[in-house]
């Protein structure tokens, strides 16, 4: 079974310009939850998506964005890209959400330069 | 706020000796503690997981301690293995925010041969 995809795996942007990533999820599952990781703090939440819909949100400002296609593929966009939007972006999926034991399988992520 | 710590950045460890990586969270209402491994140039790996409710976890080499009264989990590694390098990250979650996961920043392990 293919693992979590994530394309593209590096990106060089200016400030200011908008950038959009994608996740494909491992085959069969619904849930995708994006993370944003810098050097020296853990993985940040963004949001999560299951069967198209946003279930949970993190606390980051309205540029970033996300949506989730019928085929559980999903994209994040940020837009007015800034400086400190550098970092590792990961995707996870998982068979569903809300559960303690719902485990998540990481893509391995696209690595984002603003410059 | 940061509700999961991991005070130490990095770790080095002798082949064959027991890793101990540390963990501390401050919300008392966490009720379920999983380890995730890195390497680099991948995402993280789920590793071992514990629910509140327990004060170990064991499987294989890997064992997961939680002190409630502390709010404070340790993963142990016996014996160190070079495979073990990798950074190491304890995350929370509670029920009543979905099981959504709280990461601590990461600790590097490095097994020295």
Same mark, same amino acid.
């Given at each position: 079974k293919a693992g979590v995809t994530q394309t593209p795996r590096y990106l060089i942007k200016t400030r200011g310009q908008q950038v959009t990533l994608s996740c494909s999820p491992i085959s069969g599952h619904r849930s995708v939850s994006w993370y944003q990781q810098t050097p020296g703090q853990g993985l940040q939440f963004l949001f999560e998506y299951f069967s198209e819909t946003q279930r949970n949100k993190g606390n980051f400002p309205g540029r970033f964005s996300g949506r989730q296609f019928s085929n559980s593929r999903s994209e994040m966009n940020v837009s007015? $890209?800034? $400086?400190?939007?550098?970092a590792l972006y990961l995707c996870a999926s998982s068979t569903s959400v809300g559960g303690p034991h719902n485990e998540q399988f990481f893509g391995p992520g696209t690595r984002l330069t603003v410059l | 706020d940061q509700q999961v710590k991991q005070n130490s950045p990095s770790l080095s460890v002798q082949e064959g000796r027991i890793s101990i990586l540390n963990c501390d969270y401050?919300?008392?209402?966490?009720d379920y503690f999983l380890w995730y491994k890195k390497y680099p140039a991948e995402g993280p790996t789920f590793l071992i997981s514990i629910s509140s409710i327990k004060d170990k976890n064991e499987d294989g080499r890997f064992t997961v301690f939680l002190n409630k009264s502390a709010k404070h989990l340790s993963l142990h590694i016996v014996p160190s293995q070079p495979g073990d390098s990798a950074v190491y990250f304890c995350a929370a979650s509670r029920m009543d925010s979905n099981y959504q996961l709280i990461w601590g920043a990461g600790t590097k392990l490095i097994i020295k041969p």
């Open positions: 007015t $890209l800034e $400086l400190g939007d550098s | 401050t919300n008392s209402m966490f």
